[in-house]
């Protein structure tokens, strides 16, 4: 028989599951930050203690959520298999259909101020799919409700970021525990219902290629830097209700998701396209290899001529050579070389992004190239308005465009959307220079002299 050392049983290390709130790791749609950050407080533990009996992989996914990958899921312990999704406990990125398209920044925590007054947060907030909460119609929010500070996850150490703004402030209500959420019941079946709704938008649409989303000055000088720039808010409702009008089921909105469609304008036209060139996945990197940024001249790839040579012919037709830009036979593959001043960063990080994740190779070559005149022909249009600031222009005031391949039920559809940026703020142009670069040159898209 085992006699238990009763020194040895005083210093052991107790079992993670005698930990108080252990027991809520059940709550099926609330997240893994919640259930860690409350046995971190309703436990006391200090840094030290985290550090000694919460598994460190617990810990990291709590605090860095967007670091667990569908991998870690393949290999899970004996606690996880208490859970019934564990997808939808663990990954932030699991609840979003479409994570590009989302607004929110995925380096904060998005919270109810209410849920989480009682402890309570579920990555279904993440995003921005869900605008106030379903059960206490407050609206979502990725700042403190008392400092106003963004809830970055990881601030100084995981006993402060527990429940605590990185600023400091206490985000559970009072002395609340977080173990008694007292609408538990209301907010899993409203989440329920949610998680539905993302599973049918996602068997409704099927992004093929794309999006491919631009930011553009004068939004990009507001905003704070990011690679790559988030969507202003309401492009996934655009997007949604694009489709609608053209006749495609989709699945109705709830009250409490975002429908607001922000400043975006969206077109869904149903699209086809010509097999012509067959394109495997090594043409595909060949043509993301030929990308190169210059300070004087770049060279964007170009799988098939006709409609460049066409675009050429027609640009030069209206305006003469004015462009400088001319087709390059290379070795592998034919570039278009441009001077740099006419294309923004963003934009080539836009298209190159089309051929990178294009799951389609010969679809992606096709809805690459379209994209490609249609944003070579917005660059001419700019670079004329550019040239004579004086006068307004849409060109440049766009302020971020988007463009994408869907298929759905009903067919293949083209989805492209722009926002209108205020007539005012042409005058950013003047002085703007991007933060980003492709090849280490800083890109000046200004000219003094341009075509007549
Ligand atoms: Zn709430
Ligand atoms: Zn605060």
Redesign the pocket.
């Known amino acids: 028989m085992a006699v238990l050392n009763a020194t040895n049983s005083e210093t052991r290390t107790p079992p993670l599951e005698r930990l108080i709130g252990f027991d809520t790791i059940r709550r099926p749609f609330e997240s893994w930050y919640a259930f860690v950050a409350r046995l971190i407080r309703a436990n006391l533990l200090t840094d030290v203690e985290i550090r000694r009996q919460v598994p460190p992989d617990w810990v990291r996914w709590a605090f860095a959520p967007d670091s667990v990958l569908p991998g870690d899921l393949a290999t899970l312990g004996p606690y996880f298999r208490q859970l019934s999704k564990p997808e939808i406990k663990i990954r932030p990125g699991a609840w979003q259909p479409f994570p590009e398209l989302s607004s929110s920044p995925p380096e904060c925590l998005r919270i109810c101020p209410r849920c989480i007054g009682d402890g309570y947060h579920s990555y279904a907030w993440q995003g921005d799919l869900i605008a106030r909460c379903p059960v206490h119609h407050e609206p979502l929010t990725h700042h403190?409700p008392?400092?106003a500070?963004q809830l970055l996850w990881q601030s100084r150490s995981p006993g402060l970021s527990a429940f605590q703004?990185p600023?400091g402030?206490l985000l559970l209500d009072g002395i609340h525990s977080g173990l008694y959420v007292p609408d538990e019941l209301a907010i899993t079946q409203a989440l329920q219902e949610h998680w539905q709704w993302t599973q049918s938008l996602s068997a409704a649409i099927t992004f093929v290629s794309g999006p491919m989303h631009i930011a553009y000055p004068p939004y990009l000088a507001s905003a704070p830097l990011r690679m790559p720039p988030l969507p202003s808010k309401g492009l996934l409702p655009a997007l949604m209700h694009a489709l609608q009008s053209s006749g495609v089921t989709m699945p109705g909105f709830k009250p409490y998701h975002e429908q607001s469609r922000g400043h975006w304008t969206i077109e869904a036209k149903s699209w086809t396209w010509k097999e012509s060139e067959p394109s495997t996945e090594d043409q595909l990197e060949t043509y993301r290899r030929a990308f190169r940024r210059g300070a004087y001249r770049t060279h964007v790839p170009i799988a098939t001529r006709a409609p460049i040579d066409a675009w050429l012919a027609a640009s030069e037709s209206a305006h003469g050579r004015w462009h400088g830009g001319e087709v390059e036979e290379g070795e592998h593959c034919s570039t278009l070389v441009l001077p740099s001043y006419l294309v923004t960063n963003n934009e080539l990080t836009g298209l190159r992004r089309l051929l990178a994740r294009g799951r389609d190779p010969e679809l992606a070559c096709a809805h690459y190239l379209q994209a490609l005149v249609d944003l070579l022909e917005h660059a001419r249009q700019r670079r004329i308005a550019l040239d004579k600031l004086d006068h307004p222009s849409p060109h440049i005031t766009v302020a971020e465009s988007v463009d994408a391949i869907v298929r759905t039920a009903e067919g293949y559809w083209r989805l492209s959307g722009f926002t209108r940026g205020e007539d005012d703020s042409r005058a950013s142009w003047l002085d703007y220079r991007e933060p980003a670069e492709i090849a280490g040159g800083m890109i000046h898209i200004m000219r003094r002299s341009g075509p007549p």
């Open positions: 403190c008392h400092c500070t703004c600023a402030c």
